[in-house]
Protein backbone atom coordinates (compact mmCIF):
# COMPACT_ATOMS: atom_id res chain seq x y z
CA UNK A 1 0.00 0.00 0.00
CA UNK A 2 1.48 3.78 -0.74
CA UNK A 3 -0.23 7.14 0.40
CA UNK A 4 0.48 9.19 -2.76
CA UNK A 5 3.44 10.89 -1.41
CA UNK A 6 6.03 11.11 -4.00
CA UNK A 7 9.57 10.16 -2.73
CA UNK A 8 11.83 11.08 -6.17
CA UNK A 9 11.69 11.15 -9.94
CA UNK A 10 12.84 8.76 -12.23
CA UNK A 11 13.77 8.64 -15.91
CA UNK A 12 12.27 6.32 -17.83
CA UNK A 13 15.50 4.79 -20.07
CA UNK A 14 13.74 1.48 -21.87
CA UNK A 15 11.22 -0.46 -23.04
CA UNK A 16 11.91 -3.90 -24.25
CA UNK A 17 9.22 -6.29 -25.50
CA UNK A 18 9.91 -9.38 -23.91
CA UNK A 19 7.57 -12.72 -25.01
CA UNK A 20 4.43 -11.61 -23.41
CA UNK A 21 5.22 -8.70 -20.55
CA UNK A 22 7.29 -5.27 -21.30
CA UNK A 23 10.51 -4.49 -19.47
CA UNK A 24 10.99 -1.07 -18.60
CA UNK A 25 14.34 0.11 -17.38
CA UNK A 26 13.99 2.91 -14.84
CA UNK A 27 17.21 4.82 -13.94
CA UNK A 28 16.36 5.99 -10.18
CA UNK A 29 19.84 6.96 -7.65
CA UNK A 30 18.73 7.20 -4.48
CA UNK A 31 15.42 4.80 -4.57
CA UNK A 32 16.90 1.82 -6.76
CA UNK A 33 19.85 1.00 -3.98
CA UNK A 34 17.16 0.75 -1.39
CA UNK A 35 15.07 -2.02 -3.90
CA UNK A 36 15.11 -5.73 -3.88
CA UNK A 37 14.33 -8.06 -5.79
CA UNK A 38 11.00 -8.99 -5.92
CA UNK A 39 10.16 -5.75 -3.84
CA UNK A 40 7.13 -3.79 -4.78
CA UNK A 41 7.32 -0.07 -5.58
CA UNK A 42 4.68 2.73 -7.33
CA UNK A 43 5.48 4.21 -10.71
CA UNK A 44 3.75 6.74 -11.65
CA UNK A 45 0.74 5.49 -9.50
CA UNK A 46 1.40 2.02 -10.57
CA UNK A 47 2.48 -0.72 -8.36
CA UNK A 48 5.22 -2.94 -10.09
CA UNK A 49 8.01 -5.13 -9.09
CA UNK A 50 11.16 -4.59 -8.73
CA UNK A 51 13.73 -6.68 -10.70
CA UNK A 52 17.21 -6.89 -10.91
CA UNK A 53 17.75 -3.71 -8.66
CA UNK A 54 21.28 -1.47 -8.16
CA UNK A 55 22.79 1.18 -6.82
CA UNK A 56 21.18 3.28 -9.79
CA UNK A 57 18.63 1.27 -12.09
CA UNK A 58 15.82 -0.80 -11.53
CA UNK A 59 14.01 -2.85 -14.04
CA UNK A 60 10.08 -3.95 -13.99
CA UNK A 61 7.33 -6.08 -16.19
CA UNK A 62 4.48 -4.35 -17.64
CA UNK A 63 1.66 -7.33 -17.93
CA UNK A 64 -0.73 -6.55 -20.45
CA UNK A 65 -3.07 -5.40 -18.47
CA UNK A 66 -1.23 -2.77 -16.90
CA UNK A 67 -0.22 -1.80 -20.48
CA UNK A 68 -3.70 -1.74 -21.57
CA UNK A 69 -4.81 0.72 -18.71
CA UNK A 70 -2.03 2.86 -17.67
CA UNK A 71 -0.04 5.15 -19.94
CA UNK A 72 3.07 3.23 -18.47
CA UNK A 73 3.18 1.44 -22.33
CA UNK A 74 3.20 4.73 -24.09
CA UNK A 75 5.92 6.22 -22.63
CA UNK A 76 8.99 7.18 -24.33
CA UNK A 77 12.80 7.28 -23.29
CA UNK A 78 13.52 10.56 -21.38
CA UNK A 79 10.22 10.38 -19.69
CA UNK A 80 10.20 11.46 -15.91
CA UNK A 81 7.97 8.88 -13.66
CA UNK A 82 6.84 9.62 -9.98
CA UNK A 83 8.51 7.00 -7.60
CA UNK A 84 7.46 5.49 -4.47
CA UNK A 85 8.06 2.87 -1.79
CA UNK A 86 5.26 1.30 0.35
CA UNK A 87 3.50 2.42 3.25
CA UNK A 88 5.69 0.83 5.94
CA UNK A 89 3.05 -0.49 9.07
CA UNK A 90 2.22 1.93 11.19
CA UNK A 91 3.68 5.14 9.77
CA UNK A 92 1.66 8.10 9.21
CA UNK A 93 -0.64 8.77 6.29
CA UNK A 94 0.74 11.60 4.45
CA UNK A 95 -1.86 11.44 1.74
CA UNK A 96 -4.44 8.82 1.55
CA UNK A 97 -4.79 5.19 0.56
CA UNK A 98 -3.28 4.13 -2.66
CA UNK A 99 -3.40 1.22 -3.85
CA UNK A 100 -1.25 1.37 -7.03
CA UNK A 101 -3.88 -0.55 -8.97
CA UNK A 102 -4.90 2.01 -11.68
CA UNK A 103 -8.36 2.47 -12.66
CA UNK A 104 -7.72 4.33 -16.07
CA UNK A 105 -6.37 6.97 -17.70
CA UNK A 106 -7.05 10.40 -17.74
CA UNK A 107 -5.74 13.40 -20.49
CA UNK A 108 -4.16 16.72 -19.09
CA UNK A 109 -6.02 19.32 -20.01
CA UNK A 110 -5.04 22.24 -18.49
CA UNK A 111 -1.95 23.41 -15.59
CA UNK A 112 -1.88 27.02 -15.58
CA UNK A 113 -0.40 29.06 -12.72
CA UNK A 114 -2.58 30.99 -10.31
CA UNK A 115 -1.17 34.12 -10.75
CA UNK A 116 -0.16 34.92 -14.60
CA UNK A 117 2.89 34.71 -15.97
CA UNK A 118 2.17 38.25 -17.14
CA UNK A 119 1.88 39.66 -13.57
CA UNK A 120 5.52 40.98 -12.02
CA UNK A 121 3.92 39.33 -8.88
CA UNK A 122 4.57 35.72 -11.06
CA UNK A 123 7.67 33.81 -9.87
CA UNK A 124 7.83 30.25 -11.04
CA UNK A 125 9.42 29.18 -8.34
CA UNK A 126 6.73 29.58 -5.66
CA UNK A 127 3.26 30.00 -7.44
CA UNK A 128 0.23 27.80 -7.22
CA UNK A 129 -1.49 25.55 -9.82
CA UNK A 130 -4.22 24.70 -11.13
CA UNK A 131 -4.50 21.49 -12.80
CA UNK A 132 -7.65 20.01 -14.68
CA UNK A 133 -7.64 16.60 -15.42
CA UNK A 134 -10.41 14.64 -18.19
CA UNK A 135 -11.75 12.30 -16.41
CA UNK A 136 -12.93 8.93 -18.76
CA UNK A 137 -16.64 8.34 -18.21
CA UNK A 138 -16.52 5.15 -15.85
CA UNK A 139 -14.31 7.15 -13.46
CA UNK A 140 -16.63 9.72 -12.90
CA UNK A 141 -19.06 8.07 -10.70
CA UNK A 142 -15.92 8.27 -7.71
CA UNK A 143 -14.81 12.00 -8.67
CA UNK A 144 -16.27 13.31 -5.21
CA UNK A 145 -15.07 17.62 -4.60
CA UNK A 146 -13.06 17.91 -1.46
CA UNK A 147 -12.50 13.85 -2.25
CA UNK A 148 -9.03 12.50 -2.48
CA UNK A 149 -7.74 11.15 -5.83
CA UNK A 150 -4.36 9.81 -7.51
CA UNK A 151 -2.99 11.20 -10.11
CA UNK A 152 0.36 9.71 -11.64
CA UNK A 153 0.34 8.21 -7.95
CA UNK A 154 0.14 11.57 -6.57
CA UNK A 155 -2.29 11.75 -3.07
CA UNK A 156 -4.52 15.34 -4.32
CA UNK A 157 -7.58 16.59 -3.20
CA UNK A 158 -10.31 17.29 -5.82
CA UNK A 159 -11.20 21.13 -5.32
CA UNK A 160 -14.37 20.92 -8.32
CA UNK A 161 -16.01 18.44 -10.70
CA UNK A 162 -17.66 19.90 -13.95
CA UNK A 163 -18.47 17.56 -16.97
CA UNK A 164 -15.98 15.73 -18.05
CA UNK A 165 -13.02 17.27 -15.76
CA UNK A 166 -12.29 17.59 -12.53
CA UNK A 167 -9.86 20.69 -10.77
CA UNK A 168 -7.04 20.06 -8.59
CA UNK A 169 -5.07 23.08 -6.67
CA UNK A 170 -1.20 22.29 -6.76
CA UNK A 171 0.96 23.56 -4.15
CA UNK A 172 4.75 25.04 -5.32
CA UNK A 173 6.46 21.57 -3.92
CA UNK A 174 4.15 19.13 -5.33
CA UNK A 175 4.58 20.81 -9.08
CA UNK A 176 8.55 20.54 -9.02
CA UNK A 177 8.70 17.54 -6.58
CA UNK A 178 6.83 15.29 -9.11
CA UNK A 179 6.58 14.60 -13.36
CA UNK A 180 3.83 16.86 -13.22
CA UNK A 181 6.33 19.76 -14.41
CA UNK A 182 7.34 17.93 -17.30
CA UNK A 183 4.23 16.64 -18.79
CA UNK A 184 2.45 18.71 -21.96
CA UNK A 185 -1.14 19.18 -22.29
CA UNK A 186 -2.92 16.22 -23.97
CA UNK A 187 -0.67 13.79 -21.86
CA UNK A 188 -2.05 10.95 -20.85
CA UNK A 189 -2.19 10.56 -16.77
CA UNK A 190 -2.97 7.66 -14.63
CA UNK A 191 -6.15 8.10 -12.67
CA UNK A 192 -6.78 5.69 -9.43
CA UNK A 193 -10.15 6.47 -7.51
CA UNK A 194 -10.14 6.79 -3.60
CA UNK A 195 -10.74 2.96 -2.45
CA UNK A 196 -13.15 4.57 0.22
CA UNK A 197 -15.13 6.10 -2.44
CA UNK A 198 -15.53 3.08 -4.37
CA UNK A 199 -16.64 1.03 -1.89
CA UNK A 200 -19.14 3.12 -0.26
CA UNK A 201 -20.47 3.58 -3.96
CA UNK A 202 -20.52 -0.22 -3.93
CA UNK A 203 -22.62 -0.42 -1.02
CA UNK A 204 -24.90 2.06 -1.80
CA UNK A 205 -25.56 0.45 -5.08
CA UNK A 206 -25.97 -3.19 -2.99
CA UNK A 207 -28.24 -1.40 -0.64
CA UNK A 208 -31.09 -0.43 -3.58
CA UNK A 209 -31.18 -4.35 -4.72
CA UNK A 210 -33.45 -6.53 -3.30
CA UNK A 211 -32.52 -9.31 -1.23
CA UNK A 212 -33.64 -11.71 -3.98
CA UNK A 213 -36.04 -11.39 -6.84
CA UNK A 214 -39.40 -12.79 -6.19
CA UNK A 215 -39.93 -14.63 -9.38
CA UNK A 216 -42.64 -17.57 -10.26
CA UNK A 217 -39.79 -19.99 -10.81
CA UNK A 218 -38.09 -18.70 -7.51
CA UNK A 219 -41.68 -19.41 -5.46
CA UNK A 220 -41.98 -22.88 -7.45
CA UNK A 221 -38.43 -24.18 -6.43
CA UNK A 222 -39.01 -23.01 -3.27
CA UNK A 223 -41.95 -25.49 -2.29
CA UNK A 224 -44.64 -22.53 -2.84
Sequence with gaps: MFTGIIEQTGTLVSLTDRGGV????????????????????????????????????F??????????????????????VNLELPTAAGSPLGGHIVQGHVDGTGVLAALDPVIPESSPKFHRETTDWTLKVRV??????????????????????????????????????????????????????????????????MQMKSAKKPVFDLTAARLVANGY
Aim: some cysteine; glycine content about 8%; overall charge negative.
Design 22 to 57: RRITVEAPGIASRLREGDSLGVSGVCLTALDPDPRY
Design 136 to 201: PSNLRQWMVPKGSVAIEGISLTIAAVADEEIAIAILPLTYWRTNLHTLAIGAPVNIEADVLVKLAA
Design 59 to 80: YADLAQETLDRTSLGSLAPGAQ
